[in-house]
């Protein structure tokens, strides 16, 4: 027989669990669901932090830039005046000359000409002041120094491309020099030489051209001081001659060919980096795109010699 003593502390063992029980039952309902919307805001403000940190980390270092590492080749004495560089999603290498609207496709091998074909307005050839190349979805465009751009769709080798004109009010202010694409704005990137007016003095402008619109976003112009440039190289100038977009990180590589320098800004216009680049090397660096997963290409305009290629491997 189960004596009433035992009988009162099986009664009070069972009650115990049973409130156990609904408190543990309780508290794993209320504290689990705010451990489960706690834990995603922990985890996306780290992530954002991130991405915020990679963003902001320079991809010039990325690059072996030292003319030990560099491989350069001279081009046909057609390029001598060799000005922009692009490449296509596929890495097919285009540019063209300063003077004559003759596009040319190149092997990035050894800078031998692929094939051509000319931009014409009106059935004939363009000659003008061209500055840079950027290839936007199905069309390529070419900027003069005035700001001008020339837009067309590539053809085939001998061909003639029919270019339609789309005027900019830059050259009041701003002598022009490059020329890049933004995919993620679906925007022209186009970046000043000099400025031309008290207005502009000091500044470099880099300015937006909207695939949509067909017209400057002047509300995005991104204005940087010279000094902020200059300084960092020894420098009382910063005059860039050429510019293009990084594909991973979304920076601006900017090249100044009479300082022999190459610098990278965020889209926002923050200076993450800047350097100088081996003088016996660049002549007079018009041209820079970036080869994914290769490395960094510049073109260089050959004076009195020959035009050049010159590539910098990935680190």
Wanted: glycine residues 8%.
């Amino acid at each position: 027989m189960i004596s009433n003593s035992l009988k009162s502390l099986i009664a009070f063992v069972v009650l115990s669990f049973f409130i156990l029980m609904l408190i543990y039952f309780y508290s794993g309902n209320s504290g689990g669901a705010r451990s489960q919307q706690e834990a995603p805001v922990n985890i996306t403000v780290d992530t954002t932090k991130q991405i915020q940190s990679k963003r902001t980390e320079s991809v010039l270092r990325s690059f072996k830039l030292n003319s030990n590492d560099a491989i350069s080749f001279p081009l046909l004495p057609i390029l001598r005046e060799i000005s922009g560089l692009a490449v296509t999603p596929n890495g097919d290498i285009f540019t063209h000359n300063d003077e004559d609207g003759i596009i040319f496709k190149l092997d990035p091998l050894d800078g031998s000409v692929l094939s051509t074909f000319e931009m014409t307005v009106n059935g004939k050839r363009v000659q003008d002041d061209l500055e840079g190349i950027a290839i936007a979805e199905e069309n390529m465009f070419v900027i003069n120094s005035n700001g001008k751009i020339y837009m067309f769709e590539p053809v085939g080798n001998g061909e003639k491309a029919n270019c339609r004109i789309y005027p900019t009010s830059l050259a009041v202010d701003w002598e022009i020099e490059g020329l890049a694409y933004d995919p993620t704005i679906r925007s022209l990137v186009i970046i000043s030489k000099n400025p031309l007016t008290a207005k502009a003095s000091g500044k470099v402008g880099i300015f937006f051209w909207s695939l949509d619109k067909r017209a400057l976003l002047l509300e995005d112009t991104i204005y940087i001081p010279i000094h902020q440039l200059a300084d960092k190289i020894g420098q009382k100038k910063f005059q860039p001659s050429g510019i293009e977009r990084h594909p991973e990180s979304g920076h601006y590589l900017i090249i100044a060919a009479r300082q022999h320098s190459i610098a990278e800004i965020t889209p926002q216009g923050e200076l993450l980096a800047i350097q100088k680049l081996a003088g016996k090397l660049h002549h007079q660096m018009e041209g820079i795109t970036v080869l994914t997963d290769k490395g960094l290409l510049i073109s260089d305009e050959g004076g009195n010699k020959s035009g050049r290629l010159t590539f910098y491997p990935l680190n």
